[in-house]
């Protein structure tokens, strides 16, 4: 399995973008597809993530109401599309692939190469 994220760039707070994650190879229903994201000096953490199958969406509260995670299985693709913007949003952000957890990036099993997303001021 491999992963592609893309749509990174540079934004000015309270902008728009929009991420997208393309997946190669051989994916179930039963997979949960996330984005994480790191920021400088910080640990990588959970923004959003969704199961393959029913579609259920899950965010992290410093997100919530401003991203929205969405797929289209027929292309294997991913998107998160990322609203009111704000400056500690920026960050390097990974798409993933996983079979179990939600929150916790050890248990992705599969991971794309990054995107930078800056936000600024």
């Known amino acids: 399995v491999q992963l592609q994220a893309s749509g990174g760039g540079v934004v000015q707070a309270g902008g728009s973008l929009s991420l997208s994650c393309a997946v190669s190879?051989?994916?179930?229903?039963?997979?949960?597809m996330g984005w994480f994201r790191q920021a400088p000096g910080k640990e990588r953490e959970f923004a959003a993530a969704?199961?393959?199958?029913?579609?259920?969406?899950y965010y992290a509260d410093s997100v919530k109401g401003r991203f929205t995670i969405s797929r289209d299985n027929a292309k294997n693709t991913v998107y998160l599309q990322m609203n009111s913007l704000k400056p500690e949003d920026t960050a390097i952000y990974y798409c993933?692939?996983?079979?179990?957890?939600?929150?916790?990036?050890?248990?992705?099993?599969?991971w794309g190469q990054g995107t930078l997303v800056t936000v600024s001021s």
């Open positions: 993933a692939v996983g079979s179990s957890g939600i929150w916790n990036p050890r248990t992705y099993n599969y």
């Open positions: 190879g051989r994916i179930f229903s039963s997979h949960i």
């Open positions: 969704l199961r393959r199958g029913s579609g259920n969406t």
